[in-house]
């Protein structure tokens, strides 16, 4: 089976760094990915990680440990525009992705 | 980059009617497709997994004959709601991927909300 689990909710002030962990447990785990959803919109892509290590893209990183079945996401110097639900997805071995239950981000001014 | 396009993006029908919802890539060819259901402040449940030319495989509990998918070329799957009802009114969205392009990211439709009355 697949669970992934997330904080529901967080909250920040801009140009502030967050973090959004992730736990897991995906049988035949593959790699771990991020996506952000704006109210109403699709989901988009962030990051993902198939290895362990972390991952910078800009203002993104994305963080796994295999061994602990664990992930994060980091945000950093936090903008207004990032106030969105951020989903973790496990990856199967079967290219099939999990969503976790999504933690809505909240920056304030 | 990848565009995925869904049609309609919006559709209220009656309790007992049937509605057919399309999923293209419009700029590539996606060897799979899936499609997702996601209820209001809730996450996306994968419901089925599409590869161009074979059968759909469902996750457990997706009632198969409820929830017509075919994937009839490498840029188009269609999921019919057979026989909707008011429970089957959620924001449906699919995503396409392409392993050889690029690697592990999907790319997502904007989704169709369905209201059944």
């Known amino acids: 089976g697949q669970s992934l689990e997330q904080p529901s909710e967080v909250t920040a002030v801009e140009g502030a760094i967050v973090q959004i962990n992730c736990t897991y447990q995906t049988s035949g785990f593959y790699g771990l990915s991020w996506y952000q959803q704006h109210d109403g919109g699709a989901p988009t892509f962030l990051s993902y990680n198939a290895l362990d290590g972390l991952e910078e893209t800009g203002r993104f990183s994305s963080f796994l440990s295999r061994s602990d079945s664990y992930g994060y996401l980091l945000l950093q110097e936090l903008q207004m525009k990032d106030s969105a639900s951020y989903f973790c997805a496990g990856e199967d071995n079967f290219n099939k992705f999990y969503f976790g239950s999504g933690t809505k981000l909240n920056v304030k001014p | 980059g990848a565009v995925v396009s869904q049609h309609p993006s919006w559709v209220i029908c009656k309790s007992g009617t049937s509605v057919k919802i399309e999923c293209r890539s419009l700029?590539?060819?996606?060897?799979?497709m899936f499609w997702y259901r996601q209820f209001p402040k809730q996450s996306l449940m994968l419901m089925a997994t599409s590869n161009e030319g074979s059968k759909a495989t469902y996750e457990q509990g997706v009632e198969k004959d409820k929830f017509l998918i075919n994937h009839a070329s490498l840029t188009l799957s269609t999921l019919t709601v057979t026989s909707a009802h008011p429970e089957d009114s959620s924001f449906y969205i699919c995503?396409?991927?392409?392993?050889?392009?690029?690697?592990?990211?999907?790319?997502f439709g904007p989704g169709t909300r369905l209201t059944v009355l």
């Open positions: 995503s396409a991927s392409d392993r050889d392009l690029h690697y592990n990211e999907q790319f």
């Open positions: 700029d590539f060819q996606a060897t799979t």
